[in-house]
């Protein structure tokens, strides 16, 4: 078999193999040991197409601006990965420096979000460029099917909260050093806080000890005891076990409705758990649930069927009944 029938049956043209660094030599040399032309092309990850082709789509892609990004990104990866660049420039870093427009690591990032297929979840919809971005970094370490569910994460939580999120689910380690928050005193006038602020400070500066660590001691110092203790006890073990009860209601159901598995996220999820079934039965969740899968149109003011989702959309279900008329429940962050 000659070059020419190998081209042929391939639909490449010849630059396409020069390019790849297989002259006509090395492909007689391998086209017996390799069971044809097409498993050997496929092996050294050819691409298909020509330099000239590319490059103008990332002239094009380049003048058209944000509205191309899809396109420009795939000519990219192709030039990249392809190796088309070689006859003209000596890496592809060469290449990108002739394109004032694009940095190395801007070019990176868009071969990238082509390679690990982030490109089909933003012409979706499912995730937008920001979102790619920042789950980028961690989606190079995991196998395909992991991808997916990092993926979904991103798409039900806020751009601001996903690197929380991903540690959270172990998909990304986090600081060593404790996390840090505020702590908001409710019930309280403004001169009674800045009162309590002064002594905190106060006691901090005598002890050496920062003021969280004063507020846990005296927390400890006044937790319930004996009945109080147990009441409070057993208050929490039910609303857990509601809570729990609740969470496998709701990835059914997400399950059942969206035919994929629902990407639970730990303790921020458990938390909202915890807030709904304090305020709705069971039975009364079920029937609001449904709803909110079946809900369409203008009706469906919300994007995405997160639980975080469905917990801000609850008045939305309840006030018509009027039974909880005069229940509004604080939104958990």
Known sequence: MRIVNLIEEIGLSEA???????????????????????KMVEERGVVKGDFQKWDREVDICIKAGNDTMLKLAEALYQIQQGKLY?????????????????????????????????????????????????????????????????????????????????IIQGYKKGADKPEEVSIIITGIRKDEKAVIMEILQEISKATGKTQGEILVEWALEHQPTGKEAEKNHKKAQETNKKAIAFRDLFCG???????????????????????????????????????????????????????????TALDDFIRPRGKYADVKMELVE
């Open 253 to 311: 159901t997400y399950k059942e409705q969206r035919g994929k598995k629902y990407l639970w996220r730990g303790a921020k999820d458990m938390k909202l758990a915890k807030a709904i079934v304090g305020v709705y039965e069971q039975k009364e969740l079920v029937e609001m649930l449904e709803k909110f899968f079946a809900t369409t149109g203008k009706e469906k003011w919300w994007k995405g069927y997160g639980l975080n989702i469905f917990y």
């Open 86 to 166: 070689e006859p003209h420039y000596e890496s592809f870093t060469a290449y990108i420096e002739t394109k004032k427009e694009l940095s190395k690591g801007y070019a990176s990032k868009l071969v990238a979000i082509w390679q690990l297929g982030l490109t089909k979840a933003i012409e979706k919809k499912e995730i937008g460029w920001s979102k790619a971005y920042k789950i980028l970094p961690v989606m190079k370490y995991l196998p395909k099917e992991k991808r997916e569910e990092v993926i979904e994460l991103a798409q039900d939580t806020p751009l601001n909260k996903i690197n929380d999120e991903l």
């Open 16 to 38: 396409d193999l020069l390019l790849a660094g297989m002259n006509e030599k090395k492909l007689e040399k391998h086209i017996t040991k390799n069971g044809g032309g097409k």
